[in-house]
Structures are given as C-alpha cells and as structure tokens.
C-alpha cells in the first residue's frame, strides 16, 4: 500500500533535477532505495533483490541521462531492461518430440498450486496444436484428485489414464506411457499431488517416477502468490527432481507476482505460461515485458519512459523521412536504420511488439534466413568507403568488384542491392508522404528493401 | 486438554523445525553475532522479518517499536533485544479465550479463501475436530464450481464420521446453503460448517456470491452463532494482506486459518493482517491428514519462529 505511490515518491526525490548529464552514484542509491522497496513488496525474496540491486547499481552509476527523463526515470528504465533480462527476453514452448515420438511431461508443485487444473490446460493447448495427449493421474493421496481430473480431461476432449488410488504413482506413470505408446497417443502429462518440498519420501517419489519413465519436460507450477520462500521451494524442486520450465497460477488476482523473478533467478529456468482463470482456456504465454512491470508496479513511470523513448525514435525516424524525401537516404542511413531494428530485438520481436500480431502465432518468417539476409546486405554496405555509402552514384563497376570481393559475396548481389536501393530513392520522391506516418516507427520498419 | 498442547507444539514444532532453521539460526547468529546494538543489528533483524514474510511496513513498525523500548529501557545487550522483540510480536498475536466460542454454541462456520488454500481440507478437520468433542456436525458443500469438489469433501465428511449437503455441479451455492440449513436444523446439529468455492478476492461477481451466501445464513440461521474464518496459505506472501482485507468488505471475518505451516515458509504475513485488520488467527494447518488442524498459540508460534530452547526442551 504504501509503495503505490512509489512512482510519486520517486518523483519527488528527483523533482529539482532535470539533469541531462550521468546518472550520479546518489542519483541511483536514492532511485534504487525505492526500488528495493517496491520488490520487497511484490514478494520478490530478499536476497535475489540484494543481488539484484547490486547489479543494478553497478550498470547504472555513469550513465547518460536520456532525453526527456529526469535520473530516477533513467534508474527505473534501466532496472526494467534488467528485469525484463532476468525472466528470460523472450517467451519459450514446452519443447516436444516430433510426429508420433512420445513426450512425457511431469507436473510438480506444492499443494494447492494448480496443478490438475494446469495439467487440463496444458492438454487443451497441445491437442490445439494438433498432438494427441493422454493424462496421468498419479495422485493418489488427495480426495477426489483423480475425479478431478477426469472431469477436467473430459471437459477437454482429452483422455485420462488412471489405475485408482491403490496404487504406487510410479506404476501408474509407468502404465501410462505404455498406454500411449500402444494407442498412438504423442504426449503424456502426468499430473502428481501436491507435496512439500522438504517432504523427503514425497519427493524420492516424483526422482522415482523421473527415473523410471523417461520423462522429457519437468514442469514446477507455483502459486503467483507465494512470498519469501518461493526460492526454498524452487531451489529442492531443482535440486531433488530438476525442472525444465516453470507455470505461474493465479495471476488473474491482485498480486505482484515477485515470486516469478525470485524462481527464474534460482532455477534460471523459463517461465512457459501463466494461468489467468479457473476456465479451462485460461492459460496464456508468458511475457517477461509486461511481469517486469508488474512485478515494479510502476506503470506510469514506465509509460513515461516509453513516451521519452518514442519521442526520440521519432525525432530520428523524422530526420530520415527528410533525407528520403530529398532522396538524399544513403547507405549509412541504411546501416544506422538496420542497427535500430536490431535494438529493438530482431524481426520476430518487432512484429511480436506490433499491435495485434503479439501473441499471434507468427507467420513461418525464417528468422535464421532473414537473419542471414540482413547480414550479409551489411557486409556488403561495410566494404565500401565513407564516400560511396555517402554517395553511391559513384558506385562503377570496378569499386562493385571490389566491394563483392571485400564481403566475400557475388558481384551480382552487389548490383541487386544497389540497384534496389536506386529504385527505393526513386519511390521515396514518387511517394511523398509515405515515410509519414503518425508514429514515425511504423515509416522505419517500412524501408522497401 | 494438555494432550492437544502437547500435540499442538510437537507437531508444530517438529513441521516447523527444518524451516525454522533458518530463520533460527539467522536469528541466533545476529544476537550472538553484534556487541553492540546498531544500524547493522537492526538491519539484520529487518532482513530476517522480511524473509519471514511479514512484509515491510509490518518490519518497519515492528523495529520502531523495538527502538524505543530499547531506547526507554536503556538496553545495552543485543541479546536482551531478543526477548523483546519476541515479546512484542507475541503480544500481538495473543489470542482471546473467547474466540472459540463457536465451538461451545449453536454455531454456522462459513470457511472462504483464494484457490488452493485449504480449505476443504479445513472444513474436513474442523469436523473431525468438533465430531470428536461429541458435537453434532453437518457440513455444506457449496463449492458447486471446481470439479470434484463435492466428492473431495464427501471424503473428508465420511472420514469425520459427519453428513454432508451437497449440490449438483454449477448448483447454486446459496441454494446449497439454504438446503443445509434447513437440514442442520432438523437435525439438531450443533455446528454447520460451510465449505465455498475457491475465490480470487478481486472477482466481483464471485464476491458478491459470497455476500449472498453470507445474506442467506444471517436471514435462515439467526439463532446461530457466526464464524467466519478466512483461510490462508502460510507461503502467501504480501496478497494475503489483500485477501483478508477483501474478504472482510463482503463477510464479516471472525478469524484466521493458516494452513500449511508444516513447510518452510513462516506466515509472518499473519504479524502484518494482526496489526493492520486486527484479524486474530484461530488455527493453523500442519499436514494433510485430520488431526493436522491446530488451535493457534501466540507462545507456541513465536517461540517455534524464533526456536526459543528451553521451552522446546519443557515440551
Ligand atoms: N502440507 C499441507 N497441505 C495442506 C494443508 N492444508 C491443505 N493442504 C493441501 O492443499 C491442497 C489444497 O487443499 P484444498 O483443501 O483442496 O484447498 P481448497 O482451498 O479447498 O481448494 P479449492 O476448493 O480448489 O479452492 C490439498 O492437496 C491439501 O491436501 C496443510 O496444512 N499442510
Ligand atoms: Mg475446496
């Protein structure tokens, strides 16, 4: 409560410094003091936010203030990267074996976390995809568990395998995975009950069930709620049965959700989805973006940021929206708008950031491809002299040969790109305007070439 | 009665021992660690209650009011600091003889609480608990939403010895409620207990189920005595801060349960509710079968938190 005016607070510590220098070691001690408070608050374990803010403070002090920010807001802008660097900077999928070769996935986590309710979702989303899923029901301790979860794979069209509560849940697993092997079924999630991290014999029996069915994907799902010991309990998790990737529950609620940042710095392991509902369809991909700013609470201050952020992309897109009006868009342009889209995170993330393409399943753009393309374009911009990319009429045949030969490519894809790059100027003078949009980031990602 | 003491700090302490160990130890080493009392001691001491869980602003009032007695009883010791700062969160936590009083009378216990917590696992012990006091115990199964959830606490009624009132699945739970009333009274029961559906505290629609839930009890049982007990995981962190205070706007909250105090995790979050929502807690939860219910004791609890020996050795 008292943290929700945190972003007030930190304006005020900085209300009378509109620096434009670097960022002092007072201006981030005082910044970062906040900081820590903030996710203390959001429940994120005391010692990851120790070495948190240490690592923090070390890449802060000394740096330029951007444009538009006062130095707390840069603190800020810069705790958020490193957060958002933390949980992982991209989402990740359960990885599963091609065609009809057999997953198994073993669900984990202390009582009360959600993992039936996960393990129905989970099989809803792979037989979305297309694999053909078969549930095991290997809790055989709490009441009703095994109802449960027949109930849940009923719901889903998916179907449960079970042996009753009598017996030992490595049988059951065991019986499990031959059953989806005789029955064309392609994964198999076997949902286990609840147990206590420091429940030895409870734990012996999920290393048992890893050690006697060759299970691909550990999954640990954790309550979002969890406060200080959410680090004891990933870390025995870990430890005791090792895990692949982690599911937070219960984010629908109001809480902050440190514990995500906690896990992912004790296991280091991704965080594949989240549960935003008791409904059956209520789990969505994980973006470390949007936990991060959760987890700091700090939305305006980072609305602000991106205001500041913007406005500077813009003033650059403006300057060479001029150039490509007046035709005068060079190769150096070229290269300083291809180091901007690599800023930003590559081609998958741009589009990912794109309203309405995020969360989509994206188009099979062959990253790697496109990847390959942009570089070898740039080898070939950096083999020519300041004064070509400058003026790249006096491209002749022989500077062409010798540019190929410094890129180690064909003197044909030399002339492809010049020549695409004449005609991109022509169209820029043609088509006035069309750099111009409101939102001068669209223009830049518009480069024709 | 010395039996179930006996019982209560045996099993606390012995689910809370392995966990305690740390903050134990922390503990320790900070008293025997400082000669003198500092910015640093105090910062040990703000560490260890952050990592128990009771949240900021509950560790910054606490330490402030150690500052001051410490400042008033001009104690020098960092070891005498212990005793006070067990001393006050003990007094905190102090429960009243008269919150039972449910347990003696004609009483409707509705239990509420977030996803998972425990408490069909709480209903299903409290029912063991009074059946075994010799109570007559119906129990309401209104949470007609999650699968299962009828036959998970028809388990736990068979178990008890108790009858159940249940519904069809997506019944209506106020409906539910209204059934087992009518068949507490019938029956002469002493004690209803109502189990309800897990419910995220910033649902509206959910929490106004509740308050009709909470409506019909108050207009069908008037002769009955109210309890209602929120119940809340001990790994919570600072959320359960926000649950009870939500639960409180729809349901006038009696008391606490703390389940899954047989982990590692302290529930200090309990310290933070006390002081801000004045919300004693009743019970505490130390595993999953019937006998693991416990009636909360401030003493017990602050020692086990902070492993006070000689009264460990006593019991
Ligand atoms: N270790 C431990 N586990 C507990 C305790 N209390 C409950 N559990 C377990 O926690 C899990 C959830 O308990 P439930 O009683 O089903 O919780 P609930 O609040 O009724 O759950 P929903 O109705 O699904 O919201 C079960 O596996 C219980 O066995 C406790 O004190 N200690
Ligand atoms: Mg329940």
């Keep these: ?449 | 009665m010395s039996e179930e003491k006996k019982g209560f700090f045996g099993r606390l302490v012995a689910g809370l021992t392995k966990t305690r160990e740390t903050i134990v130890s922390g503990i320790d080493s900070i008293f025997s660690g400082f000669s003198s009392i500092d910015e640093d001691f105090y910062e040990e001491i703000e560490e260890i209650l952050i990592m128990g869980d009771l949240g900021v602003n509950a560790t910054e009032q606490i330490i402030e009011t150690l500052k001051a007695k410490v400042k008033e009883k001009k104690i020098k010791e960092p070891s005498d600091c212990k005793q006070l700062l067990i001393d006050s969160i003990k007094e905190q936590m102090q429960v009243e003889e008269a919150a039972y009083r449910f347990e003696e009378e004609l009483s409707v216990v509705l239990v509420i609480g977030v996803n998972g917590v425990g408490k069909t696992t709480t209903v299903g012990k409290l029912a063991g608990k009074l059946k075994s006091q010799g109570k007559k115990v119906v129990i309401a199964a209104a949470d007609t939403f999650r699968a299962a959830a009828g036959e998970q606490l028809l388990e736990w009624a068979n178990r008890a010895g108790v009858e159940m009132i249940g519904g069809q699945e997506g019944a209506d739970p106020a409906s539910v409620i209204y059934d087992a009333i009518s068949a507490a009274k019938s029956r002469k029961a002493d004690v209803l207990l109502c189990d309800t559906a897990g419910r995220l505290h910033n649902k509206k629609n959910l929490m106004e189920e509740l308050k009709k839930i909470n409506r019909i009890i108050d207009k069908e049982f008037s002769q009955a005595y109210r309890e209602t007990l929120v119940v809340l995981d001990g790994t919570t962190g600072q959320n359960a801060l926000s649950q009870a205070r939500q639960f409180g706007e729809v349901a006038d909250l009696t008391g606490i349960v703390l389940t899954k105090m047989d982990g590692t995790a302290k529930g200090g979050i309990a310290v933070a509710i006390q002081s801000e929502l004045s919300i004693p807690v009743k019970y505490i939860g130390v595993g999953e079968t019937i006998d693991d219910l416990q009636k909360f004791d401030a003493n017990d609890y602050v020692n086990a938190l902070f492993d006070v020996k000689e009264d460990r050795e006593g019991a």
Excluded: W
Aim: with cysteine; aromatic share 4%; charged share 30%.
């Design chain 1, 1 to 449: 409560m008292a943290f929700e005016n945190l972003s007030e607070k930190l304006q005020n510590v900085f209300k009378n410094l509109r620096s434009k220098g670097r960022l002092t070691e007072e201006d981030v001690k005082a910044a970062l003091k906040e900081v820590k408070m903030a996710l203390l608050e959001a429940d994120v374990n005391f010692k990851v936010v120790k070495q948190f803010i240490k690592t923090v403070q070390e890449r802060a002090i000394g740096q330029d203030v951007m444009n538009g920010l006062n130095p707390g807001q840069m603190v800020i802008k810069i705790v958020n990267e490193e957060m958002i660097a933390l949980m992982g900077s991209e989402t990740t999928e359960i990885a599963l074996k091609p065609g009809s070769e057999v997953t198994v996935i073993m669900m984990a986590g202390l009582q009360g976390a959600g993992k039936t309710t996960t393990t129905a979702k989970i099989a809803g989303k792979l037989k979305q995809k297309g694999k053909k899923p078969l549930l095991a029901a290997c809790d055989v301790y709490r009441p009703a568990a095994i109802d449960q979860l027949k109930i849940n794979g009923e719901k889903q069209g998916v179907e449960v395998f079970s042996m009753g509560d009598k017996q030992n849940p490595v049988d059951i697993a065991k019986g499990a995975v031959e059953h989806a092997k005789k029955n064309g079924y392609n994964v198999v999630i076997i949902d286990t009950a609840g147990r206590l991290h420091i429940d030895e014999d409870m734990m012996a029996e999920l290393a048992a069930i890893k050690e006697q069915v060759e299970v691909h994907q550990t999954i640990l799902v954790v309550d979002s709620m969890t406060g200080q010991d959410a680090v004891n309990v990933a870390n025995l998790f870990q430890e005791k049965i090792g895990i692949d990737g982690v599911v937070l529950t219960k984010l629908d609620g109001d809480t902050r959700g440190g514990a995500a940042l906690s896990i992912r710095a004790v296991t280091g392991r991704p965080i594949l989805y989240i549960g935003m509902g008791e409904k059956l369809s209520d789990l969505e991909q994980f973006y470390p973006d949007r936990m991060a700013s959760r987890i700091l609470g700090m939305g305006d201050v980072l609305t602000m940021i991106e205001k500041a952020q913007e406005a500077i992309d813009e003033d650059e897109a403006r300057k060479l929206e001029q150039k490509m009006k007046k035709a005068e868009f060079d190769f150096e342009d070229y290269l300083s708008s291809m180091g901007q889209m690599k800023k930003m995170g590559g081609l998958t993330s741009i589009m990912g950031m794109m309203p309405g393409l995020s969360g989509m399943k994206m188009p099979e753009i062959d990253e790697a491809q496109a990847e390959k393309g942009m570089k070898r374009t740039e080898s070939i911009i950096y083999s020519m002299t300041p004064e070509e990319r400058r003026n790249p009429s006096l491209l002749n045949p022989s500077r062409k040969k010798r540019i190929a030969d410094g890129a180690g490519v064909d003197i044909a894809e030399v002339n492809r790109l010049v020549k695409q790059f004449e005609q991109a100027r022509k169209m820029m003078k043609q088509i006035p305007g069309m750099m111009g949009g409101k939102r001068g980031k669209k223009g830049r990602f518009n480069l024709p070439f």
